[in-house]
């Protein structure tokens, strides 16, 4: 399965697609660097002189892409160059789509906070749509590198919970351990009023001698002793062989956005990409409940990848 790295030529393009060669070459397949621009300049509709100013630019675009398919090529990866019209993230997710690829790679500005909202982001939009595992890339691609290389293991924070988008993450999670040596965090974020619901759900009889239930944001919630203990034996119940041997599973504890919370989480272990599963919410379920991919894109210091749902049986 293939790699595909959307590119504008920038910094960041640079580095996302380093490193998206990085794990084509440790999968033994091909790096697809698709460039994308907004206007078709073979319309011939067009004025002359308008025809000739496009002409040119494609020109300027074809010589940029071939150098850095060139580069890329030195790295010891097949590359395939390709060129296309229309709005970066749709043509990216839906030519990721046509090519059934593994991975969708594509550079971020580093733009966090009140400047990302109001700039937006064709990475994080790509992210959102995509219905293949998409890498927001951030920051250098050196440990990739030495990854490729056989000379150090890739750190990888996969966030985890109870839901089902939590396989597909692991899915690709494996991917890459399959591909060269990785250390595996397992990450899950507690947030104890969620928590209590999910145990006295579990178990709707009261346990002898538990303290009695009470209400919770008009839920009647029990109150289970030992809340961590039990959340971890349930998750290491559920994720069970579905994840790399001798990976750690880590619980904490947090009243903030989840998002945040791994994001600082993955910058203290030194974490080269965080993963986290998507449910692409949208309409006002996205509104409600948000995304936690989306927030750990605009705040990780590292690549965040965003997995998305299953896709539907063909």
């Known amino acids: 399965m293939p790699i595909l790295c959307g590119t504008d030529f920038s910094e960041f393009a640079t580095h996302a697609a380093e490193a998206a060669a990085h794990l084509a070459r440790r999968m033994r397949d091909r790096l697809v660097l698709l460039h994308v621009g907004r206007t078709r300049d073979d319309d011939e509709q067009l004025p002359p002189e308008r025809a000739t100013e496009l002409l040119k630019k494609r020109n300027k675009v074809v010589g940029l892409l071939t150098d850095q398919a060139e580069r890329l090529r030195a790295l010891g990866v097949e590359v395939q160059e390709e060129i296309m019209a229309g709005e970066a993230d749709e043509v990216l997710a839906d030519y990721a789509d046509a090519i059934s690829a593994h991975s969708v790679f594509i550079g971020t500005h580093g733009r966090r906070g009140f400047r990302a909202w109001g700039t937006g982001s064709v990475a994080a939009r790509t992210a959102q749509q995509s219905r293949r595992p998409t890498v927001v890339w951030r920051g250098k691609p050196d440990r990739w590198a030495a990854w490729a290389d056989g000379k150090a293991p890739l750190r990888v924070m996969c966030g985890v919970d109870f839901s089902p988008a939590t396989e597909r993450a692991l899915d690709w999670v494996s991917s890459l351990a399959d591909a060269g040596p990785i250390e595996l965090h397992l990450s899950h974020i507690l947030w104890p009023p969620n928590e209590q619901k999910r145990q006295a759900a579990k178990d709707k009889m009261p346990h002898a001698g538990a303290e009695p239930p009470h209400t919770l944001h008009g839920f009647e919630v029990a109150n289970p002793p030992n809340m961590e203990t039990i959340c971890r034996a349930d998750l290491e119940a559920r994720l069970r062989g579905k994840f790399p041997a001798g990976s750690a599973l880590e619980i904490r504890p947090n ?11 993955a910058e203290d272990v030194g974490t080269d990409v965080l993963v986290i599963a998507t449910r692409h ?27 998305p749902p299953p896709l539907a049986p063909a």
């Open 281 to 307: 919410l949208t309409g006002i379920a996205g509104l409600w409940e948000g995304s936690v991919a989306q927030g750990a894109i605009a705040t990780a210091r590292c690549a965040v990848a965003s997995i």
């Open 255 to 265: 009243w903030g956005r989840p998002a945040d919370a791994l994001a600082e989480w």
